[in-house]
């Protein structure tokens, strides 16, 4: 959460602004993400998987045949916003879809950057392999050229609504309060 509370606070240059839209963030776009069991994260990485076997099964069929949890790839993504992971400039628009149109930007992100790059993955031989693929996906031209980026996420996933989001929250939910 500091390299979060840490961009709010270069952007807005006020700390009110900054508490209330982490406070947004927190209470309302992600809720659970940064509480002790961290189950929203949880819930949204296992949501990623769900929507991954949909939307690119050889992906899921790769994850799965080596057992992959998306854990194991994703998690800095998500926790961080892809602060860290994705340059500032693209950072900052993501995060204006973010405040605007709520979390469901973070799968687009996500599903974007593992459809555009999906051969390159589908190379990966072992699960070492695997994450420095997911690692590498994150560089390069793509994600620098924030305007084709920013348009490519609102067209390379496909139809993604809330309602699809809220039902699989829901039966991953489910599924991770059971195993817990």
Same mark, same amino acid.
């Given at each position: ?67 992959? %949890?998306?854990?194991?790839? #994703?998690? /800095?993504?998500?926790? =961080? @916003? +892809?602060?860290?992971? %994705?340059?500032?400039?693209? #950072?900052? /628009?993501?995060?204006? =879809? @973010? +405040? ?81």
């Amino acid at each position: 959460m500091n390299f979060i509370a840490g961009y709010l606070i270069l952007i807005t240059k006020n700390e009110e602004e900054s508490f209330w839209l982490l406070d947004a963030l927190i209470g309302k776009i992600l809720p659970d993400y940064y509480s002790p069991e961290m189950l929203g994260l949880k819930t949204d990485q296992e949501v990623l998987g769900e929507l991954v076997r949909t939307k690119l099964p050889a992906v899921a069929a790769l994850m799965d045949g080596h057992g992959v %949890l998306w854990t194991l790839v #994703v998690s /800095r993504w998500f926790i =961080c @916003l +892809f602060v860290d992971i %994705l340059p500032v400039e693209t #950072v900052l /628009r993501i995060w204006d =879809c @973010l +405040f605007n149109e709520g979390s469901k930007i973070i799968f687009r992100v996500a599903l974007t950057l593992i459809k555009q790059h999906q051969a390159f993955i589908l190379e990966a031989t072992n699960v070492a392999d695997i994450c420095e693929k997911f690692k590498e996906i994150t560089k390069g031209s793509f994600v620098t050229e924030c305007h084709t980026f920013m348009q490519k996420i609102f067209s390379e996933p496909g139809s993604l609504s809330m309602t699809t989001i809220t039902r699989l929250r829901e039966s991953c939910r489910a599924k991770l309060l059971v195993q817990g």
